[in-house]
């Protein structure tokens, strides 16, 4: 039994929410795990308000999607707004941490733990103030979509965002809970990974006209993948938007080789990147396969049995909402901080897009301490968050509509 009764040693006033968070962050739902143990808590709550949650699990069942419509008054549930957020957290492994990651725990204003700012807080949020939401007569439907394995490429939310778009009448708008110090970002690059596994042929280190490197053949991958990411940074497309306003890419793992003395036949390469709304994530991809094409030719020559696979990971679409539109106005009204300014990483809002959902992100912390060691969040941010489910809660049950 983990003690969660954080204290905190600083005049910030308690945020209310508190309990709610620090339930979530004290139980661990690294990426790698499952996290149905954080959804049956969810579950349970929702089930005491005599309300009834939706699960959408991933194929073996040892992670879910949970969903929960709140109708509106009239009891209608087409449109409304979504209220997403991802149950996963980064692993803490290799980390320094100065108190254990899954107990929360106050200091100087601040609350840390694993997934404090990414992103426990705004789920907690949510949840503290579920009784009200659920009571309330509310103008329209209000969805609350959190995923699983949003941290290793935004899996669950692939699933999550076609469903609620495939609905008869899909919800209308959706706010992305993601840290984003409650700025409004209307726009985030693209996320994709790609990995290519080169199969050379082994042979003793002496005999080297009877092996195919695979090691020498990825590095070459490596330097092409390098130089498309230098051509994207000299010649653009450009969206001065960005903090890094171009296309990104880089192999960041790689694996290969057994021992010194055996030529290796086995070299894995995985590709990170991240391109802006005008740069094309399929042209990319056609470049790195058509450079995996010309090396497995090339190692083809050495020996026919050679070969280079090219796997696409993960992707995740970029978003580009508009300033003007529903979410963006909404999330702005609310309390959320008007910016033009797009992020860099890639969150489900780009699936809700995608999905027809006009998407915004805005949600509390910063995502400079997110997947950090002493990742922590600013009492003061969750009480913004609060301040902001709260004006959404009086905006929906406004009686003069
Ligand atoms: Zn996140």
Redesign the pocket.
């Known amino acids: 039994m983990r003690n969660t009764g954080a204290v905190p040693t600083s005049s910030n006033p308690v945020p209310a929410s508190l309990p709610w968070i620090e339930r979530l962050v004290s139980v661990d739902t690294t990426s790698r795990d499952t996290n149905l143990p954080l959804i049956e808590l969810l579950e349970e709550e929702m089930q005491r308000l005599g309300l009834t949650p939706e699960r959408l699990p991933n194929d073996d069942g040892t992670k879910t999607n949970l969903v929960l419509t709140l109708p509106a008054a009239d009891g209608s549930t087409g449109g409304g707004i979504v209220l997403s957020g991802?149950t996963d957290v980064v692993p803490v492994d290799g980390q320094e941490w100065s108190s254990d990651p899954f107990v929360p725990q106050i200091r100087n204003g601040r609350l840390y733990g694993r997934g404090t700012a990414?992103?426990k807080s705004f789920i907690g949020v949510i949840m503290h103030r579920l009784p009200e939401l659920a009571a309330a007569e509310l103008s329209e439907p209000v969805h609350l979509a959190f995923s699983y394995d949003?941290?290793v490429g935004c899996l669950g939310g692939a699933d999550l965002a076609a469903a609620l778009g495939a609905r008869p009448e899909p919800p209308r708008v959706c706010i992305v809970g993601?840290?984003s110090s409650m700025r409004v970002i209307a726009g985030h690059k693209s996320s994709n990974v790609v990995e290519l596994v080169f199969r050379g042929r082994s042979a003793h280190s002496s005999l080297t006209p009877d092996g195919v490197n695979a090691i020498e053949y990825a590095a070459r991958a490596v330097t092409a993948i390098r130089d498309l990411a230098d051509s994207r940074c000299a010649h653009g497309p450009f969206d001065d938007n960005y903090l890094v306003p171009w296309t990104t890419a880089g192999v960041n793992v790689i694996s290969g080789g057994i021992a010194t003395n055996t030529v290796p036949e086995l070299c894995t390469v995985t590709c990170d990147f991240r391109t802006i709304a005008g740069d094309d994530p399929a042209a990319v991809i056609d470049q790195i396969t058509r450079q995996a094409r010309e090396l497995e030719t090339q190692m083809r020559a050495e020996h026919p049995d050679a070969s280079v696979e090219v796997n696409v990971v993960a992707q995740v679409p970029s978003l580009e909402s508009s300033t003007g539109g529903p979410a963006y106005r909404l999330a702005t009204q609310l309390g959320g901080t008007a910016t033009t300014d797009k992020v860099t990483y890639g969150?489900e809002a780009g699936q809700f897009a995608n999905a027809g959902i006009d998407a915004v992100v805005c949600g509390p912390g910063d995502i400079a301490q997110?997947h950090a060691a002493d990742e922590y969040i600013e009492l003061d941010q969750i009480a913004a968050c609060e301040q902001f489910i709260d004006a959404l809660l009086d905006r929906l049950t406004q009686t003069d509509g």
Do not use: I, Q, R, S
């Open positions: 991802h990414d992103m949003e941290e993601e840290p969150t997110a």
